[in-house]
């Protein structure tokens, strides 16, 4: 099971990578780090598949190398990972000596192994103690992220090749305190429109603090999802269109045209936070690069019974993944091609995320997921055509290096190029893992 694309089809300085994330796979419990709220949250009856938890995860924490071996091994250009804000800063304010260590120690260990450092400062492990203070909702929280992105940048900034602020302000702020599907689990939409502004707030002022102290390539990474409408009756193609708006226009509109959408500020009319208007300015300063996650599209049909946005997602017709998410390849060259185009013109883009949930089993010391191969060659062939199509496309990460904590969904879905097994902690590199080392060689 190979690729279809090889290295030498792609730039020469494009980059091949793969990514992981602090609480996913670190071990929680482990090196003085304090409980965030996705541990409060985890140990919420009905909120996480099967009561799962990260606090031991794949033990990161202890097999880092063994890990990074794994990275050079596979021939990858880059490593993705995240710092755990509650590892850092257990209380949020206070550093954590043991945890700073553990990330310098890392720092040195994937440049060693010759891997260039692609940093990301919020995997949404905020504190427990800020989230008593009302976590994203909370406008204060913002400048308290800044002190931590200085505080991490301060120790390990000097290997990093780049550092982003957020990962996904989507699911940080909607899903999680709109549809309640992930920590802190709320459903309020006051909370949510605030928590939808403050998080860039936050991207803003850290952004500020790092370029004062002077490190280079700053960026934050979004999620997109295509949203298609259910059928083409007016009503659900205005209802994709909010779907659109909410997921995929908010964060990027305000980073490079320094404004919300205002079919979503009608939703959001009379909870936005005071003043929100005059941080856009600040908001949409320039970025040196975009970081781009994207997974599936949905169905979205028009639903008069529930209240703004009024939409609901319906089964689609396509292949889909262990989780259930429509395979659609080209909703990621259309991202990439339409951000260019109506967004960030020459800033680089880089694909940070993209990979599939499936089943795997171990059988007789092998795992062929020649479904995550077709997955994984479909995209790199959306990514090939949107840099023909003049996409400033620089990078792609596989989501993730190793099987981990999938958040609400626990344990359960397995998204890595090596499988990992929970109770042994042994590494097996999978069908998919040996197509990249073969496509992209030696790094």
């Given at each position: 099971?190979?690729?279809?694309?090889?290295?030498?089809d792609?730039?020469?300085?494009?980059?091949f990578g793969?990514?992981?994330a602090a609480?996913?796979?670190?071990?929680a419990?482990f090196g003085g780090?304090?409980?965030?709220?996705?541990?409060t949250?985890?140990?919420?009856p009905?909120?996480?598949?099967?009561a799962?938890?990260?606090?031991v995860?794949?033990d990161h924490?202890?097999r880092y190398a063994?890990?990074l071996?794994?990275?050079?091994?596979?021939?990858?250009?880059a490593?993705?990972?995240?710092t755990?804000?509650?590892?850092?800063m257990?209380?949020?304010?206070?550093?954590?000596?043991?945890?700073?260590d553990?990330y310098d120690r890392?720092a040195?260990?994937?440049?060693?192994?010759?891997?260039?450092?692609y940093?990301t400062?919020y995997?949404?492990?905020?504190?427990?103690?800020?989230?008593d203070l009302?976590?994203?909702?909370n406008?204060d929280?913002?400048s308290?992220f800044?002190d931590y992105?200085?505080?991490?940048?301060?120790r390990?900034?000097d290997?990093?090749?780049?550092v982003?602020t957020?990962?996904?302000?989507w699911?940080?702020a909607w899903?999680?305190h709109f549809?309640?599907?992930?920590?802190?689990g709320?459903?309020?939409?006051?909370?949510?429109?605030?928590?939808?502004?403050?998080?860039l707030?936050?991207?803003t002022r850290?952004t500020?603090a790092?370029r004062?102290a002077?490190?280079?390539?700053l960026g934050?990474?979004?999620?997109?999802?295509h949203?298609?409408?259910a059928?083409d009756?007016?009503?659900?193609?205005?209802?994709?269109?909010r779907q659109?708006?909410?997921?995929?226009r908010?964060?990027?509109?305000?980073l490079?045209q320094?404004?919300?959408?205002?079919d979503?500020?009608e939703?959001?009319?009379g909870h936005?936070p005071?003043?929100?208007e005059n941080?856009l300015?600040?908001i949409?300063?320039?970025i040196?690069?975009?970081?781009?996650?994207y997974?599936?599209?949905?169905?979205i049909a028009?639903?008069?019974?529930?209240?703004w946005?009024?939409l609901k997602?319906v089964?689609g017709?396509?292949?889909?993944?262990g989780l259930?998410?429509?395979?659609?390849?080209e909703?990621?060259?259309?991202?990439?091609?339409r951000?260019?185009?109506?967004y960030?013109?020459?800033?680089?883009i880089?694909v940070t995320?993209n990979?599939m949930?499936?089943?795997d089993?171990?059988?007789?010391g092998?795992v062929?997921?020649?479904?995550?191969?077709?997955?994984f060659?479909?995209?790199l062939?959306?990514?090939?055509?949107?840099?023909a199509?003049?996409?400033?496309v620089k990078?792609?990460?596989?989501?993730?290096l190793l099987?981990?904590?999938e958040?609400a969904e626990g344990?359960a879905?397995r998204f890595?190029?090596?499988?990992v097994?929970?109770?042994?902690?042994?590494?097996?590199?999978k069908a998919?893992f040996?197509?990249?080392?073969?496509?992209?060689?030696g790094n």
């Amino acid at each position: 099971m190979t690729f279809s694309l090889r290295r030498s089809d792609f730039p020469d300085d494009f980059i091949f990578g793969a990514a992981t994330a602090a609480y996913q796979i670190e071990g929680a419990s482990f090196g003085g780090a304090g409980p965030s709220h996705w541990d409060t949250f985890a140990a919420t009856p009905g909120n996480v598949r099967n009561a799962d938890t990260g606090a031991v995860a794949c033990d990161h924490y202890h097999r880092y190398a063994d890990d990074l071996d794994l990275m050079r091994a596979g021939g990858f250009d880059a490593y993705r990972f995240s710092t755990s804000w509650a590892r850092v800063m257990p209380d949020g304010v206070s550093v954590n000596p043991e945890g700073l260590d553990f990330y310098d120690r890392l720092a040195d260990a994937i440049v060693e192994r010759g891997l260039k450092p692609y940093l990301t400062l919020y995997h949404w492990d905020l504190p427990a103690a800020l989230a008593d203070l009302g976590g994203w909702r909370n406008r204060d929280t913002a400048s308290r992220f800044a002190d931590y992105a200085q505080t991490v940048v301060a120790r390990i900034g000097d290997r990093m090749e780049s550092v982003a602020t957020i990962n996904e302000p989507w699911c940080v702020a909607w899903l999680s305190h709109f549809l309640g599907i992930h920590a802190p689990g709320m459903r309020d939409i006051r909370a949510t429109a605030r928590a939808m502004h403050h998080i860039l707030v936050a991207h803003t002022r850290a952004t500020e603090a790092l370029r004062a102290a002077g490190q280079k390539n700053l960026g934050i990474v979004l999620n997109f999802e295509h949203a298609n409408p259910a059928s083409d009756i007016e009503e659900d193609i205005a209802a994709a269109r909010r779907q659109d708006g909410h997921y995929n226009r908010w964060f990027i509109q305000a980073l490079t045209q320094k404004s919300y959408p205002e079919d979503i500020l009608e939703g959001f009319a009379g909870h936005m936070p005071d003043g929100y208007e005059n941080d856009l300015d600040a908001i949409g300063a320039p970025i040196d690069w975009l970081g781009v996650n994207y997974y599936t599209r949905s169905n979205i049909a028009h639903d008069p019974a529930s209240a703004w946005p009024s939409l609901k997602p319906v089964p689609g017709p396509l292949p889909k993944t262990g989780l259930g998410w429509e395979i659609y390849p080209e909703g990621l060259h259309g991202f990439l091609t339409r951000l260019a185009r109506d967004y960030t013109g020459e800033t680089p883009i880089i694909v940070t995320e993209n990979g599939m949930a499936w089943p795997d089993t171990i059988e007789n010391g092998r795992v062929d997921d020649s479904e995550r191969v077709a997955y994984f060659d479909a995209h790199l062939q959306a990514v090939h055509r949107a840099i023909a199509d003049g996409a400033p496309v620089k990078g792609y990460f596989g989501w993730s290096l190793l099987d981990n904590y999938e958040w609400a969904e626990g344990y359960a879905p397995r998204f890595g190029l090596v499988h990992v097994d929970y109770e042994t902690q042994l590494r097996t590199p999978k069908a998919s893992f040996e197509a990249f080392r073969q496509a992209i060689g030696g790094n």
